[in-house]
């Protein structure tokens, strides 16, 4: 368990500096997989969230399967995400915040 706020931006920061890295090593994956593979057909999906809309694209012969589990992947973080903040907000971390400057 996290006691202060400054841990939790701690851990914030070294997720999505995880978040890119995992980014950048799928996107190296796929680009030298076409690259090896010129003469077969690949498929793509993604989804891309814009506030509460979700933009769904998929291409290729298995493209609808990849953005059905893009979709799932992406409602399970929401799901945890939400899961986390509200024991957060029930541990009293909202709480805990302080002017600067307040004396007392």
């Known amino acids: 368990m996290i006691a202060s706020r400054e841990g939790f931006s701690e851990l914030g920061f070294r997720l999505?500096?995880?978040g890119f890295a995992l980014s950048l090593v799928g996107f190296v994956l796929v680009a030298?997989?076409?690259f090896r593979s010129q003469g077969s057909s690949t498929s793509a999906g993604i989804v891309i969230f814009v506030g509460p809309i979700p933009i769904l694209l998929g291409s290729g012969?298995?493209?609808?399967?990849?953005?059905?589990v893009g979709l799932f992947l992406a409602a399970?973080?929401?799901?945890?995400?939400?899961?986390?903040?509200?024991?957060?907000?029930?541990?009293g971390a909202e709480?805990?915040?302080?002017?600067?400057?307040?004396?007392?």
């Open 16 to 18: 999505v500096i995880i």
């Open 32 to 34: 030298v997989s076409a």
């Open 61 to 68: 012969p298995r493209g609808t399967e990849l953005v059905a």
């Open 76 to 91: 399970f973080m929401v799901l945890l995400l939400s899961f986390l903040r509200s024991r957060r907000i029930e541990s």
């Open 95 to 104: 709480g805990e915040r302080v002017r600067e400057g307040e004396v007392g």
